[in-house]
């Protein structure tokens, strides 16, 4: 019979506008399956889109197969030749479908019958949208005609097809349960070197959804005076909570509960769920509707930080509810759990953190991450995936988080379970070898290092101490900025850097000032939207643009440094003007207290951060104006190799193995050589055990380190002869393939 392709590319172009009338998407796909198969004389054409939250391809719509298996039958991508073809992004063409290995015989869909194979995938500039399938009982029935038209059908049916996908997928959000994980999986995610937990999964909805809180299958007491009680416990529990914090994170938790306390005493909140249960209603029903009305409101709000508080409010639904149930007093909170987010606010992970969650899984974010970062200061494992299969685990499912290897396990096997036993068991460090860490430590061949420690919570001073790190060679202050909801005063910052200096261990403290932007946002900010945070208003170019806020923190900085030794460091410096402009800042401030006659440090030394590839190119002239400089290689990395530190996407190519990375490594450490000045590193390499010798083959006998990693790096350090070390460099410094440098350090592992 006839082919008519021509016609049949005309046809499809109509289907589009037909779309734009009465047609549903379900009515439109089968118009399209129907003509395609008409035009083409096939036998049967289906149409397969790609549901991106479950990553499966459904079948939406066929002509010729079984039509009971339309909005049914899933494939994973790479499964059968369907899925191949959509995985591999590539035309799969069969003379006879059954022959090839990958064909899948699906029962009762009818497919035996055909031989023919051909599968286009459907392609909308990088997005990938589904599979459209045509089968034929004769042997070898498509030639290279029918697979140019195909072609040229798929990419003009790809814009109507995206915009299909995206109806699909509001529609399946909202009715379609999603097929939830209950066997055994593993999921890759990215490693934080934050440690190893066990607990069962707690899906928290992100902030701004409206997922309503719903009541568990347990008994609830039903009278007035168990609403008292339970309210009266939850007062208490967040009360504690609140002191608690404000014992252990002083710098960034003050009222970190006050939502929770407001609400909790606010009338128009528990005094209305007092009123319906007067008026008959049930204390679970007046507590879940009063807090679905608060969820509602404040996440349909417009303000982001009315947004911000709705984890706020299904917290306090959650404890209340858990208070008032009959059979367990569990305290509400996330002791045993292990919350699974899409993302979380600084603040929302202090008190998930607070209120005792064994660790976290997070989608998105990266090794270097701020939210990252904090998570290490409060001690919570936290590993970051772009797997969207997590938002599919179960609630309460058994799991276990590597976030020394990046690796989540759900329902782990016997197995994984034991080896994971002995491994977190093995990870503590033991009294005798925190007794045997050294306060001085030397390379093998007596030169001294100088190991400190990275502070980013008044709270890891513990660990600097514990560690015996020899000072702070960086304050992140940062953190008590982005907890709060305002700009904390300069009283409030100076009795923070007082406690930080007060309580350092060692004779040098650096005070990094603030380093907000990129993915540092502060909430109270958001006005500032940028395209390219990264390469926005951040760090140093914030604070000279906002002079106010610099004054008040170098005022800060500096009373807080009274009648000690105070280092005063910028992040983010990209010129020599920068450096010279925020100094003129600190000699105004300095001016400023003399003349007030407030007690302060007058003779501060002044830091700059080697961050951007530009503050490398004028290295010297940099380290002639400054008193010391740090060189933050989280940064470096990102800006040299134009990788975004917090993008999971590009991970694989944020590496500090880099050729370029090393070089201007070995540019930065000559410049300071060449004019005597003070150089250290705070960068997370600083704490690697492998880049710590090339460091050090570099001349730089200065690293500022997450404290805990100070044991190892000691011993590693001791093991280093800088001869040898500098011959290392030699070696690494020729090569130009990033290949060759990862290939040598995996040799010497
Ligand atoms: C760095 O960039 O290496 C650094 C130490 O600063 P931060 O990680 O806070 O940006
Ligand atoms: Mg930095």
């Known amino acids: 019979m006839k082919k008519d392709n021509v016609e049949l590319i005309c046809s499809i172009s109509e289907l589009a506008n037909l779309f734009k009338g009465k047609s549903n998407i379900q009515g439109f796909l089968s118009k399209v399956t129907a003509t395609v198969a008409d035009h083409m004389n096939c036998d049967s054409c289906s149409v397969f889109i790609h549901d991106d939250t479950a990553d499966e391809l459904i079948l939406e719509a066929t002509e010729g197969l079984n039509k009971k298996f339309t909005g049914k039958l899933r494939l994973k991508p790479g499964e059968g030749l369907t899925g191949m073809a959509f995985k591999e992004e590539r035309i799969i063409i069969e003379k006879e479908a059954t022959s090839n290995p990958l064909f899948r015989q699906i029962e009762g869909f009818g497919e035996e019958a055909y031989k023919s194979f051909l599968a286009i995938p459907i392609l909308s500039g990088l997005s990938k949208i589904g599979v459209l399938v045509l089968e034929h009982s004769e042997q070898d029935f498509f030639n290279s005609n029918d697979l140019m038209a195909m072609k040229a059908i798929a990419s003009q049916l790809a814009t109507t097809l995206e915009n299909v996908k995206l109806l699909i997928s509001v529609n399946e959000n909202t009715v379609i349960e999603k097929d939830k994980i209950t066997g055994t999986l593993h999921i890759k995610g990215i490693s934080t070197d934050s440690g190893i937990t066990t607990g069962k999964a707690f899906l928290m909805g992100d902030s701004q959804s409206t997922v309503f809180l719903t009541a568990e299958e347990i008994d609830y007491g039903k009278k007035l005076e168990d609403f008292e009680l339970s309210l009266s416990r939850t007062v208490h529990q967040v009360e504690d909570l609140q002191k608690q914090m404000e014992m252990e994170h002083s710098d960034v938790a003050s009222m970190i509960f006050s939502t929770h306390l407001l609400m909790l005493n606010d009338f128009n909140f528990s005094g209305e769920m007092h009123n319906q249960i007067i008026v008959g209603s049930s204390p679970v029903d007046a507590i879940i509707s009063i807090v679905n009305k608060y969820i509602s409101i404040f996440s349909e709000s417009e303000n982001p930080r009315m947004q911000e508080k709705v984890q706020d409010i299904k917290d306090l639904g959650h404890r209340l509810l858990r208070n008032l149930s009959t059979e ?92 994971y036993k002995r491994h977190s068991a093995g990870l503590k460090i033991s009294p005798e070898e925190i007794a045997g860490i050294r306060s001085r430590t030397r390379t093998k061949d007596g030169q001294a290092v100088k190991l400190l420690a990275n502070i980013n919570l008044l709270s890891d001073l513990k660990n600097a101490a514990l560690f015996k790190a020899e000072g702070v060679g960086l304050y992140r202050s940062e953190f008590p900025f982005i907890i709060r909801n305002n700009f904390p005063s300069e009283q409030e910052q100076y009795q923070i850097y007082k406690k930080l200096i007060d309580q350092s261990p060692g004779d040098e403290v650096t005070l990094r000032t603030l380093d907000i932007g990129g993915d540092k946002i502060l909430s109270y900010m958001r006005d500032i939207e940028e395209e390219n945070p990264f390469l926005g208003l951040r760090a140093i170019r914030f604070l000279l643009k906002n002079k106010r806020i610099f004054r008040t923190q170098l005022k800060a900085m500096l009373r807080a440094g009274a009648g000690r030794k105070l280092r005063i460091m910028f992040p983010l410096v990209s010129s020599l003007d920068d450096l010279l402009m925020a100094k003129e800042v600190v000699e105004q401030c300095l001016e400023k207290l003399k003349k007030a006659k407030i007690k302060h440090n007058s003779t501060p030394d002044i830091g700059v951060m080697i961050e951007l590839p530009s503050a490398v190119l004028v290295i010297e002239e940099i380290c002639r104006e400054a008193d010391f400089i740090s060189i933050g290689t989280n940064d470096l990395v990102q800006y040299l190799i134009g990788v975004d530190r917090s993008n999971d996407h590009v991970a694989w190519l944020y590496t500090a193995r880099h050729p370029s990375v090393l070089r201007a490594l070995k540019i930065i450490a000559d410049g300071a050589r060449e004019t005597d000045c003070d150089i250290s590193v705070c960068g997370n390499i600083a704490g690697d055990e492998q880049l710590i010798k090339i460091l050090i083959g570099l001349g730089i006998r200065k690293f500022s380190m997450n404290p805990v990693r100070i044991p190892l790096i000691q011993n590693v350090v001791e093991s280093i002869d800088t001869g040898e070390a500098e011959k290392t460099v030699e070696t690494l410094l020729k090569f130009g ?13």
């Open 737 to 749: 393939l990033v290949k060759e440098v990862k290939e040598y350090f995996e040799k010497y592992k």
């Open 328 to 419: 367990v007093h569990e305290e509400g909170n996330y002791s045993g759990q292990i919350v699974v987010a899409r993302e979380l606010l600084p603040s929302e992970l202090i008190k998930i953190t607070a209120q005792e969650a064994e660790g976290l899984i997070l989608f998105g974010g990266g090794a270097t991450a701020h939210i990252t970062i904090l998570a290490k200061s409060l001690g919570v494992p936290v590993v970051f995936t772009d797997d969207r299969r997590i938002f599919d685990i179960v609630e309460n499912s058994p799991l276990i988080i590597d976030a020394n290897e990046g690796h989540i396990f759900i329902n782990p096997d016997k197995g994984t379970e034991r080896k």
